[in-house]
C-alpha cells in the first residue's frame, strides 16, 4: 500500500490515467454494426484491421514517449511543491496575521503572534506527526487553530478531528507499550542471575543460584533410579539369607523389623 503522501497520490492518480490513455484502440459493436449495413458495402474487416494496427502503433509510441515513467513522476513531484508551498504560505499567514484586537496594545500583539509561532511550530509543513511532542501539541478540532477555514471546509475539519483522535490514541497505547516494555526489561534484568544457560547456549552451573535438581533427566531423578537399582539388589540378597533362630519362642519375641535390619547390615558388611 503506497504511503499517504501527496506525492503517492498524484503518482497513483497519473499512472491511472496514462494507463487509460495507452489503451489499445477498438471498434465498438455498434459501428461494426453500422459498417456492415452500410449502403455501400462498407469497410472490409481488412482495411479496419490494419488502420487499427497502424493507430494503435503510433499511440503506443506516442505513450512511451509522452507518458514514460519519470515524466509522470516528475509532474508528481511539481504538484506536491506546489501544495507544499500553499500550505507554507497558509500557515505563515495564519502565523504572522492577528493578534489583539481594539484596545489590547502591542502587548496583548505579541502575545498573539507567540501563540501562533507555538503551533506553527508543530503544526509545519513537515512536522514528524510520530512524535509524543507534536502529537500533543495538536488541537483536537481545526475551529481552534482556523474558525474561518473549518466553516468553509466541513468534511475537512470532520475528518481533521478523527485523524487527531485516533493520533492521541495511538500515542497513548504507544507510551503504555514503552511502560511495559521497559518494566520487562528490568525484571529481565533483576532475573539474569537466575539464569541456567551460558551465552553460547550451553548449560553451565551458576555459582550464586543452586539449579534446579527436580527437572527431567536431572540429578535427582537419576539419584532415584540407583536408589531403586540397589533396593532392588539388596531385596533379592536379603531373602537369600537364611534364618537361624535359637528357639521358636525367641523368633516369635524377636521384632521383625530388627530382624530384617539385622540382616541388611550382615549383607552390608559382605559387600
Given at each position: 500500500?503506497?504511503?499517504?503522501?501527496?506525492?503517492?497520490?498524484?503518482?497513483?492518480?497519473?499512472?491511472?490515467?496514462?494507463?487509460?490513455?495507452?489503451?489499445?484502440?477498438?471498434?465498438?459493436?455498434?459501428?461494426?454494426?453500422?459498417?456492415?449495413?452500410?449502403?455501400?458495402?462498407?469497410?472490409?474487416?481488412?482495411?479496419?484491421?490494419?488502420?487499427?494496427?497502424?493507430?494503435?502503433?503510433?499511440?503506443?509510441?506516442?505513450?512511451?514517449?509522452?507518458?514514460?515513467?519519470?515524466?509522470?513522476?516528475?509532474?508528481?513531484?511539481?504538484?506536491?511543491?506546489?501544495?507544499?508551498?500553499?500550505?507554507?504560505?497558509?500557515?505563515?499567514?495564519?502565523?504572522?496575521?492577528?493578534?489583539?484586537?481594539?484596545?489590547?496594545?502591542?502587548?496583548?500583539?505579541?502575545?498573539?503572534?507567540?501563540?501562533?509561532?507555538?503551533?506553527?511550530?508543530?503544526?509545519?509543513?513537515?512536522?514528524?506527526?510520530?512524535?509524543?511532542?507534536?502529537?500533543?501539541?495538536?488541537?483536537?478540532?481545526?475551529?481552534?487553530?482556523?474558525?474561518?477555514?473549518?466553516?468553509?471546509?466541513?468534511?475537512?475539519?470532520?475528518?481533521?478531528?478523527?485523524?487527531?483522535?485516533?493520533?492521541?490514541?495511538?500515542?497513548?497505547?504507544?507510551?503504555?507499550?514503552?511502560?511495559?516494555?521497559?518494566?520487562?526489561?528490568?525484571?529481565?534484568?533483576?532475573?539474569?542471575?537466575?539464569?541456567s544457560s551460558g551465552s553460547d547456549g550451553a548449560d553451565s552451573v551458576n555459582s550464586k543460584v543452586q539449579p534446579n535438581l527436580v527437572t527431567r533427566d536431572g540429578e535427582l531423578e537419576k539419584e532415584l533410579e540407583r536408589m531403586r537399582v540397589l533396593l532392588v539388589r539388596v531385596a533379592g540378597r536379603v531373602a537369600q539369607l537364611p534364618d537361624h533362630p535359637e528357639s521358636a519362642e525367641d523368633a516369635i519375641?524377636?521384632?521383625?523389623?530388627?530382624?530384617?535390619?539385622?540382616?541388611?547390615?550382615?549383607?552390608?558388611?559382605?559387600?
Open positions: 500500500m503506497a504511503p499517504p503522501t501527496i506525492l503517492a497520490h498524484k503518482s497513483s492518480f497519473l499512472t491511472a490515467q496514462t494507463l487509460q490513455l495507452s489503451q489499445a484502440l477498438s471498434p465498438s459493436a455498434t459501428w461494426k454494426e453500422s459498417n456492415s449495413r452500410s449502403a455501400e458495402g462498407g469497410l472490409s474487416e481488412r482495411v479496419v484491421d490494419e488502420v487499427l494496427y497502424r493507430a494503435n502503433h503510433t499511440l503506443q509510441q506516442h505513450a512511451r514517449r509522452v507518458y514514460a515513467p519519470q515524466a509522470s513522476r516528475h509532474v508528481a513531484e511539481q504538484i506536491e511543491a506546489l501544495y507544499l508551498e500553499a500550505a507554507e504560505k497558509a500557515v505563515r499567514g495564519n502565523t504572522i496575521g492577528g493578534g489583539g484586537e481594539g484596545g489590547e496594545g502591542e502587548e496583548g500583539d505579541a502575545e498573539g503572534v507567540k501563540e501562533r509561532d507555538e503551533e506553527a511550530k508543530f503544526l509545519r509543513v513537515g512536522a514528524d506527526f510520530a512524535t509524543d511532542e507534536v502529537i500533543a501539541s495538536l488541537p483536537p478540532t481545526w475551529d481552534q487553530h482556523s474558525p474561518s477555514q473549518a466553516e468553509a471546509n466541513p468534511p475537512e475539519a470532520h475528518r481533521y478531528a478523527d485523524l487527531a483522535a485516533s493520533l492521541s490514541s495511538l500515542s497513548t497505547r504507544r507510551k503504555e507499550a514503552r511502560e511495559r516494555l521497559d518494566r520487562l526489561r528490568r525484571m529481565r534484568d533483576s532475573l539474569a542471575p537466575f539464569a519375641m524377636e521384632d521383625p523389623e530388627i530382624v530384617e535390619r539385622q540382616k541388611v547390615d550382615r549383607l552390608l558388611d559382605d559387600l
